[in-house]
């Protein structure tokens, strides 16, 4: 995924316009920044173009696409709109390609759905991957995505992170909008991804950064990137 995701030839998804590719081998599972000429005066950065994502199926809503919550209830809840996390993912261009294995309603630290079954640690299948994001960990983790979203009230992104070997931090509360849904677990629960690296979650972090109007609390954009 990574090799084709980097190669030029591929990545280039937005028609006459051509994508510049920095791309040097090093830090396997790790992404690039690719810059697109969108035929405007300057050119625009658009840090992840063409990375492929995945979303945890807890909260976070695509549209058109059911988010089952883990919940045999919500088997087939579709999306009306985008959640404003998942907004920014697409200006900032990642490819969503599907969502990831979650604990009904994300409230234990295990992946064991009755809707979809268990996810298990590629590590070692014989022990935990975590949870409640152990569907995104066990992802990146597998070398599938670079990257995935995940969210984390009381561990559920940081747990199965050290579970599987991979960097889990859970931001501030109010760095990410949770919009339309405005919070979750009192203030508790943020929005973030697991990734391979520090500097992967920085750059994710980056573009996802963008209050909305009507969220009970926000905190301002750093002047200076993560």
Same mark, same amino acid.
């Given at each position: ?5 980097? *190669? ?8 006459? *316009? ?33 990375? &492929? @994502? ?7 809503? +695509? ?25 920014? @993912? ?23 759905? *009755?809707?979809?079954? &268990?996810t298990l640690n590629p590590w070692n299948l014989g022990h935990t991957c975590g949870g409640s994001s152990g569907g995104s960990a066990s992802a990146v983790s597998a070398g599938i995505v670079p990257a995935a979203q995940a969210s984390d ?17 859970? &931001?501030? !509360?109010?760095?990410?909008? +949770? ?12 929005? *973030?991804?697991?990734? !391979?690296?520090? !500097? ?16 009970? @609390? @926000?905190?301002? !954009? &750093?002047?200076?990137?993560?």
């Amino acid at each position: 995924v990574v090799e084709i995701v980097a *190669h030029p030839g591929l990545v280039d998804r937005f028609g006459e *316009h051509p994508v510049d590719v920095e791309f040097d081998g090093s830090g396997f599972g790790e992404f690039k920044n690719l810059t697109l000429d969108v035929g405007q005066p300057g050119r625009r950065q658009i840090v992840e173009a063409g990375v &492929p @994502y995945l979303l945890k199926d807890v909260t976070t809503q +695509m549209a058109g696409e059911i988010t089952t919550n883990g919940s045999r209830l919500f088997a087939n809840a579709t999306a009306l709109e985008d959640s404003a996390l998942v907004a920014a @993912y697409k200006r900032a261009g990642f490819v969503i390609c599907g969502k990831t294995n979650s604990p009904e309603f994300g409230l234990v630290a295990i992946t064991e759905p *009755h809707l979809w079954g &268990p996810t298990l640690n590629p590590w070692n299948l014989g022990h935990t991957c975590g949870g409640s994001s152990g569907g995104s960990a066990s992802a990146v983790s597998a070398g599938i995505v670079p990257a995935a979203q995940a969210s984390d009230g009381g561990g559920s992104l940081r747990i199965p992170a050290s579970c599987c070997g991979l960097f889990g931090f859970k &931001p501030s !509360r109010g760095r990410i909008s +949770m919009a339309p849904q405005g919070e979750g677990w009192g203030g508790y629960t943020v929005l *973030h991804a697991v990734t !391979r690296s520090v !500097r992967d979650s920085a750059a994710i972090l980056d573009v996802s950064c963008e209050p909305v109007a009507g969220d009970p @609390y @926000y905190l301002a !954009r &750093p002047e200076t990137p993560f």
